[in-house]
Antibody, heavy 122, light 107 residues
Framework: QVQLVESGGGVVQPGGSLRLSCAASGFTFSTYAMHWVRQAPGKGLEWVALIRFDGTNKHYIDSVKGRFTVSRDNSKDTLYLNMARLTTEDTAVYYC???????????????WGRGTLVTVSS | AIQMTQSPSSLSASVGDRVTITCRASEGIRDDLGWYQQKPGKAPKLLIYAASNLHSGVPSRFSGSGSGTHFTLTISSLQPDDFATYYCLQDYSFPYTFGQGTKLEIK
């Protein structure tokens, strides 16, 4: 079955950097777009970024453009989110999610990982 | 970015009730809308995709309808396991945007 396991969260100071990973299994990772979604404590869901199945196309929410970079290693079935110049507004649980249909960018988020908590605090 | 306005923000209901949650998009999104259920401390789960299609394994008491700018999620007969927070998400254009969420509580 599909499994997505996020890691790399922790406490970081404002202005710092962090790299999140999402290890995928149970499906052909290299054929699906992948997403990052975050949820601040007690708040709703916020979509963050998408990377196309082959890594050739990426989209971001405006608030992270220029600071976050999504990437993937299809040989390792792993998704990444490099986060830089972090602010307290970035404090959230970060989820990775698998797109529903192969090869397409625009489609629902079918399966989600359990998330990893990023806390930006001095 | 497309804005998704979800209502109500919270709802109290009893087991067996029929409930409806609404999402409105700030512009037309065809039927590119999904509904997600989230329980406290857990990851969201896809319930409905393409506005009205039931995701695999989701009970048939859940249904979705709508297209363009107006969408609804209906639970025909609430079960104890359904008390959770529900979100709509438009996957029509980037950035994807969620509704604010509807917390469904036991009356």
């Amino acid at each position: 079955q599909v499994q997505l396991v996020e890691s790399g969260g922790g406490v970081v100071q404002p202005g710092g950097s962090l790299r999140l990973s999402c290890a995928a299994s149970g499906f052909t990772f290299s054929t699906y777009a992948m997403h990052w979604v975050r949820q601040a404590p007690g708040k709703g869901l916020e979509w963050v970024a998408l990377i196309r199945f082959d890594g050739t196309n990426k989209h971001y929410i405006d608030s992270v453009k220029g600071r976050f970079t999504v990437s993937r290693d299809n040989s390792k079935d792993t998704l990444y989110l490099n986060m830089a110049r972090l602010t307290t507004e970035d404090t959230a649980v970060y989820y990775c999610a698998k797109a529903q249909s192969r090869y397409l960018d625009w489609n629902p988020l079918e399966y989600w990982g359990r998330g990893t908590l990023v806390t930006v605090s001095s | 970015a497309i804005q998704m306005t979800q209502s109500p923000s919270s709802l109290s209901a009893s087991v067996g009730d029929r409930v409806t949650i609404t999402c409105r998009a700030s512009e037309g999104i065809r039927d590119d809308l999904g509904w997600y259920q989230q329980k406290p401390g857990k990851a969201p789960k896809l319930l409905i995709y393409a506005a009205s299609n039931l995701h695999s394994g989701v009970p048939s008491r859940f249904s979705g309808s709508g297209s363009g700018t107006h969408f609804t999620l209906t639970i025909s007969s609430l079960q104890p396991d359904d008390f959770a927070t529900y979100y709509c998400l438009q996957d029509y254009s980037f950035p994807y945007t969620f509704g604010q969420g509807t917390k469904l509580e036991i009356k």
